[in-house]
């Protein structure tokens, strides 16, 4: 008998789409924000600072078709029969006019090697237009829709400045989710005014939406945002956790979580240069290695705790 799997891993679930080894291209297509261009909001989420999002292949300047064929020499340098992924990552990257929007994706269609897209965006961002066309794409081609949902508490919400609540998450997430759309999510642990208690809490809301995957990550203060500012205003309403703390958050969180949500990461690195905190020097695999050796330890898998 197979032991059980400590949680649902991403390459396990890409191996159920392509048998060739795939990779993200991580894309700038000169996208805005409405929570900062003021139709949703002024100045952003208090912890953004979007110059974190890109790797240096892809500038504004450049077209997708420019910005993945970089990518690609990047990686098929290792595996020539790498195929790809063009992952609209920076910004909000369903809002433009449908048009537009269309002849970027299809750019990204076209270049050789890409057999699917990865899309990013907010979760009050996804008209029934688009909706329809996307679901539409997504007969022919490969696609997840990936919502920044951040916290399941209103209170949060607002004061990370983030523009939309989770009622218009669970929204975007099930009508996505209703079309047939690989839907995925993004939540930070550890923002201002939560607890750890609060935070485990929150795998319940999550779990009960209809998302094929997760992506988390720690709190970072990053140089330039308006949470860098609260941090030296008011450090005692942060908490800012340690690995090991972080870790142990991690697999708690993880074991309240129905278990088929597919867990793409657990943490993200800003650049060392806009890094104020916490600065653990740790890569992803590295990170992972220690969360899944502390999870043998436990016994811990994900779903063990969740309540159904
Ligand atoms: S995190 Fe996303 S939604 Fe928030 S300000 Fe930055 S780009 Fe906009």
Redesign the pocket.
């Known amino acids: 008998m197979n032991p059980v799997p400590l949680y649902s891993e991403f390459p396990v679930f890409l191996k159920r789409y392509f048998t060739d080894k795939v990779q993200k291209i991580s894309l700038n297509a000169g996208f805005t924000?409405?929570?900062?261009d003021g139709s949703k909001?002024n100045?952003?989420?208090t912890?953004?600072?979007?110059q974190t999002?890109n790797p240096d292949y892809c500038k504004t300047d450049k077209s997708i078709t420019m910005q993945l064929e970089e990518g690609k020499r990047f990686f098929s340098y290792k595996y020539p029969e790498m195929k790809y992924l063009a992952y609209f990552q920076?910004?909000?990257n369903t809002y433009s006019e449908l048009a537009g929007l269309k002849r970027k994706y299809e750019e990204a269609l076209g270049v050789e090697g890409v057999v699917g897209l990865i899309i990013g965006t907010?979760p009050d961002c996804m008209p029934d237009e688009l909706l329809r066309y996307l679901e539409n794409l997504n007969r022919r081609h490969f696609l997840l829709v990936e919502y920044?949902i951040e916290s399941t508490n209103d209170e949060t919400l607002k004061r990370i400045?983030?523009?939309h609540t989770f009622a218009e998450t669970i929204d975007a997430v099930e009508r996505t989710a209703a079309c047939g759309i690989l839907t995925g999510g993004h939540v930070i642990l550890g923002l201002p005014g939560e607890t750890s208690e609060n935070i485990v809490d929150q795998a319940a809301a999550i779990s009960r939406l209809p998302l094929d995957t997760l992506k988390m990550h720690q709190l970072q203060l990053v140089r330039g945002t308006r949470m860098a500012y609260e941090h030296v205003k008011h450090p005692e309403d942060f908490h800012l956790f340690e690995v090991d703390e972080y870790i142990d958050l991690v697999i708690d969180y993880i074991q309240h979580l129905r278990s088929d949500i597919v867990l793409e990461r657990f943490i993200s690195q800003s650049p060392k240069e806009l890094l104020i905190a916490p600065d653990w020097g740790l890569k992803n695999y590295e990170f992972t290695a220690r969360l899944q050796k502390r999870m043998r330890e436990k016994g811990a898998y994900q779903g063990k705790l969740y309540a159904g």
């Open positions: 924000c409405p929570n900062r909001g100045g952003g989420c912890y953004c600072n979007n999002f920076a910004y909000t907010r920044g400045n983030r523009g």
